[in-house]
């Protein structure tokens, strides 16, 4: 084989491993096991988030618990699930992939896009010292404890 053949195969072959390594990590098993990666957890949290901000949008309150946006979600058509970006499945946006308990919900909370950040959903621990919490404003980002104890007061 000559070498310019042997460096093409070589090039090529590299390159669908990192293609590899890349998209594995992308669906979620690198690092901490299937469906344990941040990209998963941050899909989880913001999913859930929507379901909280679509019942608050048709109640003009929060939800007074986990059975009254757990109903609510199941009542939903799938055309309503898809515009607010909400999975079929209700039940498993509760408990967080990472450190497999249910998340914190501030229940009965207004979503204020202004104002101070307020957490209205969180990891109970999260992982690695950090936990993804839904701000109020729309947006989820994973804090340290720090800075988790800043958002849920």
């Keep these: 084989m000559s070498r310019v053949r042997r460096w093409g195969l070589s090039a090529w072959l590299t390159l669908l491993c990192l293609l590899t390594i890349g998209t594995s990590e992308i669906a979620g098993c690198g690092g901490g096991g299937p469906g344990a990666s941040a990209d998963d957890g941050r899909t989880k949290i913001t999913n859930l988030f929507h379901l909280y901000k679509a019942y608050t949008e048709q109640n003009k309150k929060g939800p ?9 979600g199941k009542k939903l058509t799938a055309e309503q ?3 607010y970006i909400i ?15 249910k998340y914190v919900i501030r229940w009965g ?3 204020e896009p202004t104002g101070p950040p307020k957490g209205i959903i969180w990891e109970a621990q999260g992982k690695g010292g950090t936990r993804f919490v839904a701000l ?3 947006y989820v980002e994973e804090y340290d404890e720090t800075m988790v104890k800043d958002y849920i007061k």
């Design 136 to 138: 109020a404003m729309g």
């Design 81 to 83: 699930r898809a515009g």
């Design 87 to 101: 999975p079929d499945d209700i039940d498993g946006l509760f408990v967080s992939p990472r450190d497999k308990q």
């Design 64 to 72: 007074a618990d986990e059975q009254a946006l757990m109903d609510f």
């Design 109 to 111: 909370a207004k979503l």
